[in-house]
């Protein structure tokens, strides 16, 4: 028999990534497997700050933390417009401080094995030079939707075609170069940075560097279940045959992982008033606004959503993120009709608990940035989204959620108070018997993928056997 597997996890240090992270340590943990997190000091500090994480940890004896600089000054947002400094501070700091972390084995303990699998965030391209150079296995937990992965392992294909970067300004061309997608994928639904004139910029060179590393991993984990994307996970094996599909990991893990305390990874603090406002309110009668833990606003759009929010005539509960905000503008100013009107049928704050938001019966709909952690929550909760993607995997998502899975409207590269109403009224009355359908259907495949030797559950197993053989 092999030594029990030690594995390292170290996620991208954002939001979305680490609760995924953190619940797949949960899932291993609860196997047997002895599992080191790595986060960043930031994120760290910000765990303990806002979550029970560690209190909920210390039952395992079989997890530790590390932490690792990410390079940048303590007071720095690391959120918006400034995120991509994560990226500047990873290369000059976090790597080579890394890769001395991985050669010295300073991840063993006393009665513990040393490290024996790596498993990073799939856009750490550097942990695939430092595992290869120790010689030690590694696989990728890619956080992004599979669709948009699937567009990152084209884009070498797209640019080399001459698709990428786009001839001319006519954004509703059809892709070619994303098998799977030809009938429905327009240039308007690639990854924002496919918008760029030129390829010499840092994400599109990040990038790269990931469609190339995440072939030559051992394997590769996704955060989606078999039937959701089965149009491009048939393309994508041909590329990378190992692939697990264990989501959606956080209904896996509450399948999974008994625990008496309440479960929370969250950065902010969650107002869990909202859950009583919502007890007041009709059946799927609220739209649920937020734009996750990284887009930004304008003061323009925040007043386009608010007009189109209000003319609805539908309630709604908003997460303002403090911060989520660009520019000032004057309270007094803001017209008395949108003040009266959210008196009566709005709800906003700061954070909420939103798995417990999207379950909750009064919720109709999700207008969302289209994350896909909020994007894999609103689809196992049944709940129809309107999509305002803004980056990363999202227009990729939104695209799949309307022309693909046919749960929810996209709205993007609009901002305008009529568009946000019509698309509210849509979801909520007008078309609610077509979206109550699709989602229904829909969530019920990825209940099933989670039960009891579902398609997710047995990608898990296959994947505790594969590193415990190795
Ligand atoms: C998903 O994102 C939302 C908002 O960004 C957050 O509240 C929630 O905890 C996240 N859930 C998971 C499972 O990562
Ligand atoms: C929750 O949000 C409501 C509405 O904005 C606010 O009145 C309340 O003070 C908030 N509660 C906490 C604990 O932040």
């Given at each position: 028999?092999?030594?029990?597997?030690?594995?390292?996890?170290?996620p991208?240090?954002m939001?979305?990534?680490?609760?995924?992270?953190?619940?797949?340590a949960?899932?291993?943990?609860?196997?047997?497997?002895?599992?080191?997190?790595?986060n960043t000091?930031?994120?760290?500090?910000?765990?303990?700050?806002?979550?029970?994480?560690?209190?909920?940890?210390?039952?395992?004896?079989?997890?530790?933390?590390?932490?690792?600089?990410?390079?940048?000054?303590?007071?720095?947002?690391?959120?918006?417009?400034?995120f991509?400094?994560?990226?500047?501070?990873?290369?000059?700091v976090?790597?080579?401080?890394?890769?001395?972390?991985?050669?010295?084995?300073?991840?063993?303990f006393?009665?513990?094995?040393?490290?024996?699998?790596?498993?990073?965030?799939?856009?750490?391209?550097?942990?695939?030079?430092?595992?290869e150079e120790v010689?030690?296995?590694l696989?990728?937990?890619?956080?992004?939707?599979?669709?948009?992965?699937?567009?990152y392992l084209?884009?070498?294909?797209?640019?080399?075609?001459?698709e990428?970067?786009?001839?001319?300004?006519?954004?509703?061309?059809?892709?070619?170069?994303v098998?799977?997608?030809?009938t429905?994928?327009?240039?308007?639904?690639?990854?924002?940075?496919?918008?760029?004139?030129?390829?010499?910029?840092?994400?599109?060179?990040?990038?790269?560097?990931?469609?190339?590393c995440?072939?030559?991993?051992?394997?590769?984990?996704?955060?989606?279940?078999q039937?959701?994307?089965?149009?491009?996970l048939?393309?994508?094996?041909?590329?990378?045959?190992?692939?697990?599909c264990?989501?959606?990991?956080?209904?896996?893990?509450?399948?999974?992982?008994?625990?008496?305390?309440?479960?929370?990874n969250?950065?902010?603090?969650?107002?869990?008033?909202?859950?009583?406002?919502l007890?007041?309110?009709?059946?799927?009668?609220?739209?649920?606004?937020?734009?996750?833990?990284?887009?930004?606003?304008?003061?323009?759009?925040l007043f386009?959503?608010w007009?189109?929010?209000?003319?609805?005539?539908?309630?709604?509960?908003w997460?303002q993120?403090?911060?989520?905000?660009?520019?000032?503008?004057?309270?007094?100013?803001?017209?008395?009709?949108l003040?009266?009107?959210?008196?009566?049928?709005?709800?906003?704050?700061?954070?909420?608990?939103?798995?417990?938001?999207?379950?909750?019966?009064?919720?109709?709909?999700?207008?969302?940035?289209?994350?896909?952690?909020?994007?894999?929550?609103s689809i196992?909760?049944?709940?129809?989204?309107?999509?305002?993607?803004?980056?990363?995997?999202?227009?990729?998502?939104?695209r799949?959620?309307?022309?693909?899975?046919?749960?929810?409207?996209?709205i993007?590269?609009?901002c305008?108070?009529?568009?946000?109403?019509k698309?509210?009224?849509?979801?909520?009355?007008?078309?609610?018997?077509?979206?109550?359908e699709?989602?229904?259907?829909?969530?019920?495949?990825?209940?099933?993928?989670?039960?009891?030797?579902?398609?997710?559950v047995?990608?898990?197993?296959?994947?505790?056997?594969?590193?415990?053989?190795?």
């Amino acid at each position: 028999m092999s030594p029990t597997p030690h594995v390292l996890l170290f996620p991208l240090p954002m939001q979305g990534p680490v609760n995924c992270m953190l619940k797949l340590a949960e899932l291993l943990c609860i196997s047997g497997i002895t599992v080191t997190v790595l986060n960043t000091d930031y994120i760290h500090r910000t765990l303990i700050r806002h979550s029970n994480v560690l209190t909920r940890f210390s039952s395992y004896d079989n997890l530790r933390f590390k932490t690792i600089s990410d390079g940048l000054p303590e007071d720095h947002p690391r959120s918006g417009q400034r995120f991509l400094d994560l990226f500047d501070g990873m290369k000059t700091v976090t790597e080579p401080v890394f890769r001395e972390m991985m050669v010295s084995g300073c991840f063993s303990f006393k009665s513990d094995p040393p490290v024996t699998i790596i498993i990073p965030d799939a856009s750490f391209s550097f942990a695939l030079d430092v595992a290869e150079e120790v010689g030690i296995p590694l696989f990728y937990f890619e956080t992004v939707s599979p669709s948009a992965l699937w567009t990152y392992l084209c884009l070498p294909k797209l640019i080399g075609a001459g698709e990428v970067p786009f001839n001319g300004n006519d954004l509703n061309v059809l892709i070619k170069n994303v098998p799977g997608t030809e009938t429905f994928l327009r240039r308007r639904d690639l990854p924002s940075f496919c918008r760029l004139d030129d390829v010499d910029n840092l994400v599109t060179k990040i990038i790269m560097k990931e469609a190339r590393c995440v072939p030559r991993a051992h394997g590769l984990i996704l955060n989606t279940f078999q039937a959701l994307d089965e149009t491009v996970l048939v393309h994508m094996r041909k590329l990378c045959p190992d692939i697990y599909c264990i989501g959606p990991i956080h209904t896996l893990y509450k399948s999974l992982v008994t625990t008496q305390s309440s479960v929370s990874n969250s950065l902010w603090e969650e107002n869990a008033t909202c859950l009583s406002w919502l007890d007041t309110q009709v059946t799927r009668s609220v739209v649920y606004v937020s734009i996750g833990s990284m887009a930004m606003m304008t003061v323009e759009q925040l007043f386009e959503f608010w007009h189109g929010l209000v003319n609805s005539g539908k309630p709604f509960l908003w997460v303002q993120r403090p911060g989520s905000v660009i520019g000032e503008y004057d309270h007094n100013l803001v017209p008395k009709r949108l003040i009266d009107e959210t008196k009566q049928r709005g709800f906003i704050t700061t954070w909420v608990p939103q798995e417990a938001v999207l379950a909750h019966s009064a919720i109709g709909g999700f207008l969302t940035h289209s994350g896909w952690n909020s994007t894999i929550e609103s689809i196992i909760e049944g709940v129809p989204m309107i999509c305002w993607p803004q980056n990363v995997d999202q227009q990729v998502n939104s695209r799949f959620v309307s022309e693909v899975w046919k749960v929810g409207i996209d709205i993007k590269d609009t901002c305008d108070r009529g568009i946000v109403e019509k698309a509210v009224r849509d979801v909520i009355d007008v078309r609610k018997t077509e979206f109550i359908e699709s989602t229904r259907m829909l969530a019920e495949l990825g209940g099933q993928s989670v039960a009891e030797d579902g398609p997710s559950v047995m990608d898990l197993n296959r994947f505790i056997k594969t590193i415990t053989t190795l």
